[in-house]
């Protein structure tokens, strides 16, 4: 199989056209006041060379510099959780998922970090997304004390292409996707548990149609390339636990993506949470009160205090 770095690699390259531009522009890509910056300098292989865009709904596009927004509770338990939000790798949907996920987990005692990712057609190429998780983790971990948290309690949770984010960072956090900047690198990107919340995960037929493969992949990609990006292809034993749920309605993402996922993390002898609903659609953040997909966060504090990470 081919290695991930390695289907990456063009994309990258055709990214590096870009960092002139970057440089030319350091501040118009800038990350907002008291946001955590994950890159010294130009993130590897570039970014989107205009100013960032926010929509009315809080949708973020040409995403400059990546970035970490930090929700610190009141009084921190020591879990902290990395959200990646969705839009199909085409915007960064922060205003429906990332957000009141943070103040949601906030309210629990954990620490919460908003991750803004860089998006692969808008100049950082296809490893633009996965490098920013892996930094991400890692610079969450590095600063664990600062923030009172406990560095072997950090797990990643996403929405969506989100999601696909989150699962392609757990299933190989130690993949050489950049040429390591400073002494950051050096820690552990792997999340301790991942959470998978109607996500994307394959690249494989029937389950190809959605706008992140697209984005990430075009429409008539090669047999490698989908491989390299089908999370549950990439599972092995040294997963982390993970807990998934999806809508069977889903219109989106099919739920086949979350059989699959489950499948291969049970042959991979790795513990995994799946609830499966029957209405939900697709898109529902926290969950409409009185829907089914409410329940998601009730479930998700169970199972992370089954496993030992949330204490009662």
């Given at each position: 199989m081919m290695a991930l770095h390695s289907i990456l690699r063009e994309g990258a390259q055709r990214g590096l056209l870009f960092l002139c531009l970057i440089l030319l522009k350091q501040h118009a890509g800038a990350a907002p006041p008291g946001a955590i910056v994950l890159w010294p300098g130009a993130p590897p292989g570039g970014a989107a060379p205009g100013p960032q865009r926010d929509s009315a709904k809080g949708a973020i596009t040409q995403v400059g510099q990546p970035y970490l927004i930090v929700h610190r509770p009141a009084q921190p338990n020591g879990m902290a959780i990395l959200l990646a939000s969705g839009g199909g790798y085409a915007r960064v949907e922060a205003g429906k998922e990332s957000g009141p996920a943070a103040a949601w987990l906030q309210t629990q005692g954990i620490t919460a970090f908003e991750?803004?990712?860089?998006?692969p057609q808008e100049g950082g190429g296809v490893a633009a997304p996965f490098q920013d998780g892996q930094r991400a983790m890692r610079v969450i971990r590095a600063r664990a004390a600062e923030w009172r948290i406990d560095p072997a309690r950090i797990g990643m949770l996403g929405f969506s292409a989100g999601a696909h984010l989150a699962g392609m960072?757990?299933?190989?956090?130690?993949?050489?996707l950049y040429a390591p900047v400073d002494a950051l690198d050096a820690v552990s990107a792997r999340p301790d548990f991942a959470v998978l919340l109607y996500p994307v995960l394959t690249m494989q037929p029937p389950f190809d149609t959605t706008q992140a493969k697209r984005q990430l992949l075009g429409r008539h990609p090669a047999q490698a390339a989908r491989d390299a990006l089908s999370v549950e292809r990439q599972a092995d034993a040294r997963a982390p636990p993970m807990f998934i749920a999806q809508?069977?309605?889903d219109g989106i993402s099919p739920p086949g993506n979350s059989v699959l996922m489950a499948a291969a993390l049970r042959r991979a002898g790795v513990p995994v949470e799946l609830h499966q609903f029957r209405h939900g659609g697709h898109g529902w953040g926290l969950g409409q009160p009185g829907s089914e997909p409410a329940a998601w966060p009730r479930l998700l504090l169970a199972w992370l205090r089954t496993r030992g990470?949330?204490?009662d």
């Open positions: 991750l803004v990712y860089r998006l960072t757990a299933v190989q956090p130690d993949a050489a809508a069977l309605d990470w949330l204490a």
